[in-house]
């Protein structure tokens, strides 16, 4: 649901939800002063009342209405997140433990970056890019590359030749030169495969391999299940970053996670230990 419609529905609703507050907060003071005293409704003239008073504060104090939208959005990501980490706990294994998804950096690193991305998609192809240059700066990170095809069937097909491609060792060669290329059609895989020196017809034939489609339909359950609902999106550590990212707030995030995961090694001190 986009910001503005949220906006207007929780503008519109307001003073109900306020007038229902105010009644239930009475009801339950009315109850424990009263405990044996019968019910008493609400009568529409009291209702009346009520909602002109809170609507005549709402228009003079309108900075409340933000106020309750600030909030009600920081209470909804907090959830979010906390549902998002419950989930990278939750598929841990099968985030960093499938042995179909491809490895590149430092293969025994400190950190690992987990990218789910598609060759088609714009965003992925401007911030994969460098991706591969932090990498060359940053020599104790490993990632794992994650190919997500949801942007059609060309998509499928750039992602196949990719994991064929891995089949001759060749997958980060291969990947990077689809990331580069003006499109990652049929031609340009064509091109691509004779250029690394790959057997083109071997590619072919393993693109067919249902393994292959096994391995990416893996990749979709798991991306549905941890929130990814579009690419590029990272994971570093417990911290999913969806959407492009450039190198320097990349950086950050590993350094974040170098933090945590240095802090959990440390030897405890006595005073801990007490």
Do not use: W
């Amino acid at each position: 649901m986009k910001l503005a419609i949220i906006n207007r529905f929780f503008i519109t609703n307001l003073s109900a939800i306020l007038l229902l507050g105010f009644f239930q907060i009475q009801a339950q003071t009315t109850k424990t002063v009263k405990t044996n005293a019968p019910a008493k409704s609400v009568s529409q003239s009291e209702r009346e009342t009520m909602e002109k008073i809170i609507r005549e504060y709402l228009l003079k104090n309108p900075t409340v209405i933000r106020e309750a939208l600030s909030a009600l959005q920081m209470q909804e990501e907090k959830e979010k997140q906390e549902a998002i980490a419950n989930n990278l706990k939750q598929f841990k294994s099968e985030i960093y433990g499938d042995k179909d998804s491809p490895v590149g950096g430092n293969k025994k690193g400190d950190v690992t970056i987990v990218v789910f991305f598609d060759y088609f998609c714009g965003y992925c192809r401007k911030t994969l890019p460098e991706l591969k240059a932090f990498l060359v700066n940053n020599s104790t990170v490993r990632v794992i590359y994650k190919e997500l095809p949801i942007m059609g069937a060309e998509s499928l097909v750039a992602a196949r030749a990719a994991l064929a491609a891995q089949r001759q060792g060749k997958y980060l060669e291969f990947h990077h030169a689809l990331v580069e290329a003006e499109n990652a059609n049929v031609a340009t895989i064509r091109n691509i495969s004779k250029r690394l020196g790959l057997n083109y017809e071997t590619l072919k034939k393993d693109m067919e391999d249902p393994k292959l489609n096994e391995s990416l339909e893996r990749n979709q359950r798991l991306a549905a299940s941890i929130g990814v609902d579009g690419t590029p999106a990272y994971l570093v550590g417990d911290q999913f970053i969806p959407g492009a990212i450039e190198s320097d707030a990349l950086a950050k995030f590993v350094a974040d996670e170098r933090g945590k995961l240095a802090s959990v090694k440390a030897p405890k001190t006595n005073a801990e230990l007490k």
